[in-house]
């Protein structure tokens, strides 16, 4: 059973049988699924699955031995999206339902997802948990801009987000744990080029227009990135994202298309709204935009929209 990984859901389906007490704990996390039978307060069997590939979508098998000698057998798994349930058995005889009449399998819909069409190349969640650090890094850096910006102007938020890039750069070289991996290093450099604009100009309305500047600067460097098979940029990107079929340079060519656009509305939130509503648009009403565009270049990074041409077919 994995360890050290943080939950995302935690499940109890207690049951008994011939009067003794028993229970199936399963717990889901980003490195796949656990499941944990216990007899009469012990434990007697676990079992494991991973978040991606063909054996993630398996069901749980549950062994164990009541103390008078009946043996019995757990199925466990998901019967949804979102809920799991548990069946017990005794020589092919159901004793118990956690769900009764609820199949015990992974949904279809989900199963390509996590297995892949062939069952090789779906999502692996363990990714984002192996780059879990760098990934928070990545958002304290945003929220601290926010909370700085608020407290004070926008030309001092960008001078403290350089300042602790850089903090974190230095700080790397002491530490074993992955701090600017994947793209953070590429995010504390955006805020350097932030924090020269926010000193070169000393207005609100420049310091707005550093999100544009910098996303045109960031959306070149990853279309030049993609152009030459994304060997940077996009294999860093890559890193946070839980597929094993992504394809690094239709991904940075993706997020560079996806960079010019939220440019342009961040140009023309600066233009037509107040630094109120563009500080919050910048903060949270652009992060779900962003989330929802790269769910299509993710799509097309892994050649589902847009599929490149076989050689065949040229």
Not at 263 to 287: E, H, I, K, M, P
Request: net charge positive; glycine share 12%.
């Amino acid at each position: 059973m994995a360890q050290g990984s943080l939950a995302l859901a935690r499940y109890r389906r207690p049951f008994t049988v011939d009067g003794v007490p028993c229970e199936v704990v399963i717990r889901s996390h980003f490195g796949g699924l656990d499941s944990v039978l216990s007899i009469d307060g012990k434990e007697v069997a676990r079992d494991h699955t991973p978040a991606g590939g063909l054996d993630a979508v398996r069901n749980h098998r549950l062994a164990g031995q009541l103390p008078g000698g009946r043996k019995i057998e757990v199925e466990a798994g998901y019967i949804n999206w979102v809920n799991v349930g548990i069946a017990v058995r005794s020589n092919g005889e159901l004793l118990h339902e956690s769900h009764p009449g609820r199949r015990i399998a992974y949904p279809a819909r989900a199963a390509k997802m996590v297995a892949g069409e062939d069952g090789k190349g779906g999502m692996d969640m363990g990714q984002l948990e192996r780059n879990k650090v760098p990934i928070m890094v990545d958002v304290a850096l945003g929220l601290l801009f926010f909370v700085v910006a608020k407290l004070t102007d926008l030309s001092t938020a960008a001078l403290v987000g350089a300042g602790v890039g850089l903090a974190l750069v230095v700080a790397q070289r002491f530490v074993k744990v992955d701090l600017i991996g994947g793209l953070a290093l590429f995010g504390v450099v955006m805020l350097l080029i932030s924090a020269g604009l926010a000193l070169l100009f000393q207005d609100d309305m420049a310091v707005k227009m550093r999100t544009t500047i910098v996303g045109i600067i960031s959306a070149t460097l990853f279309l030049v990135d993609g152009l030459f098979g994304g060997n940077r940029l996009g294999k860093g990107l890559a890193r946070y994202l839980p597929y094993s079929d992504i394809v690094p340079g239709r991904l940075a060519i993706g997020m560079g298309v996806l960079g010019l656009v939220m440019a342009g509305l961040n140009y023309g939130v600066a233009r037509l709204a107040s630094t109120d509503v563009w500080l919050f648009y910048s903060t949270f009403v652009d992060f779900f935009l962003v989330m929802l565009l790269i769910m299509l270049v993710v799509r097309y990074a892994r050649g589902q929209m847009f599929p490149p041409r076989s050689p065949s077919s040229s």
